[in-house]
């Protein structure tokens, strides 16, 4: 038994910093014989029902931690038990939300042991986390033009504007027609926009000064162009993050920028319109974190439309809220951020629930972000179609190359993955 190459036998973390410039948890994780390391990404838009991402005291408390806690509870055992790992790591931990060690540093070491489990094994990190089973890619839905809390309330108040080439047939294509429409629509800003200086917020997507609807416009101009071009199908999404434009006083989402407020009843209208003009696939957040009820009368309307209604800080990956969302018919797809939960297992199960109830799991980046490329991995390995990974970035792209090492890697067998039936018209 002590002989296995997988036993555990060093855990060692340090301070990095992420694509913000913010500080960072790094784990390593060493066995016998192999070798893995990640870093904790973070978000700026966060849910309330998040784990806690770092203890009082920050990344310096959390490498600490790590020596103290971490490394002395996870040296002898096996990388390749993921579960018992993550159970040590609650137990170590012993808050509910990971407030003692934080969810990143969760997030960091877990991942780290999957990484030098698989390296250990002398498999890739997908066939560790997915097993033999696994052929299916995802496509990359990028963000194009960005606004909200990425571009420090000057860019549009929507969050996000992104692309998904649900036509593209392999992942080159897909990669390939997201770069275009990027492309595309920063030549188009430079039209539209007087006051476009080329400038990019803290995922890669354009900073515009234009509002939602003429943004909106010139993206969906470029899909139309770019897909005309290529000849498949390349429609525009939106992640609205609207729990950061809600007031709890004024009991209304309130666009800065554009000078709007919108009631409840309102805000639905305005995404339905949205939704219909603009021929949208995809709208994450569309009303603030506990509107459950909201969403469902949204995600009904949508469902006619072909388009997917996506929970990000409404489920925080978080099993109960997910199966919340669907009993209530919230939405038809769940953002998947491994840090939002701590663990690899828990991520595990929020993925399989959500498949269970007939909901899309979209792997998802954070704004700030590591250089790691696991987030590929965990995308074709948890299975899930669709992964939200940037379009331009060396961080973001860090995780798309990954994409074609692993085509590469899967050949012939490879490929793209079945996105529902509803939204392929
Ligand atoms: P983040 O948000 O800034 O919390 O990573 C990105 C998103 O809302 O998808
Ligand atoms: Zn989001």
């Given at each position: 038994m002590g002989l296995r190459p997988s036993i555990i036998e060093d855990v060692r973390a340090q301070k990095v910093f992420d694509s913000r410039g913010s500080e960072a948890v790094e784990v390593e994780v060493f066995t016998r014989a192999g070798y893995g390391r990640a870093t904790a990404p973070m978000g700026a838009?966060?849910?309330?029902?998040?784990?806690?991402?770092?203890?009082?005291?920050?990344v310096d408390e959390a490498v600490k931690k790590v020596e103290d806690l971490v490394a002395p509870s996870l040296s002898g055992l096996d990388a390749t038990d993921q579960r018992l790992v993550d159970s040590v790591l609650h137990e170590v931990d012993g808050t509910p939300d990971f407030s003692n060690i934080g969810g990143n540093t969760a997030y960091a070491a877990s991942m780290a042991v999957a990484v030098a489990a698989a390296n250990s094994l002398g498999i890739s990190l997908f066939k560790h986390l997915g097993g033999p089973m696994v052929y299916e890619l995802p496509y990359p839905l990028g963000n194009v033009i960005g606004g909200g809390k990425h571009t420090k309330g000057r860019?549009?108040?929507?969050?996000e504007m992104l692309v998904l080439p649900?036509?593209?047939?392999d992942v080159l294509e897909a990669l390939q027609a997201n770069f275009l429409v990027h492309r595309r629509v920063g030549k188009l800003l430079l039209k539209a926009d007087p006051a476009f200086t080329g400038g990019r917020g803290d995922e890669g997507a354009w900073a515009t000064t234009l509002g939602t609807e003429r943004a909106l416009e010139v993206l969906s101009r470029a899909c139309e162009e770019v897909s005309g071009e290529l000849g498949f199908e390349i429609r525009p999404g939106l992640d609205v993050a609207a729990s950061t434009l809600w007031r709890e006083e004024k009991n209304a989402y309130v666009y800065e920028r554009e000078g709007v407020i919108r009631n409840r009843e309102d805000q639905i209208k305005f995404i339905l319109g949205l939704m219909e003009r603009f021929n949208l696939v995809y709208v994450e957040d569309p009303l603030m974190e506990e509107d459950f009820e909201g969403f469902s009368e949204l995600a009904e309307e949508a469902s006619k439309m072909g388009c997917l209604i996506c929970g990000d800080d409404l489920f925080v990956t978080n099993r109960d809220r997910i199966a919340r969302g669907a009993e209530l018919g919230s939405a038809n797809a769940v953002i998947i951020k491994p840090n939002q939960v701590g663990t690899l297992s828990d991520t595990l199960e929020a993925v399989e629930l959500a498949r269970s109830k007939g909901m899309v799991p979209v792997a998802s980046h954070r704004s700030?972000?590591?250089?790691?490329?696991?987030l590929a991995h965990l995308a074709v390995g948890l299975k899930c179609p669709i992964i939200k990974s940037g379009v331009l970035g060396g961080e973001r792209v860090a995780k798309l190359n990954e994409l074609i090492r692993i085509a590469e890697e899967l050949g012939e067998v490879g490929r793209m993955a079945r996105l529902p039936g509803a939204i392929r018209r």
């Open positions: 838009s966060r849910g309330r029902g998040e784990a806690v991402p770092y203890p009082k005291g920050g860019g549009p108040d929507i969050q649900i036509g593209a047939e700030g972000e590591s250089t790691d490329p696991h």
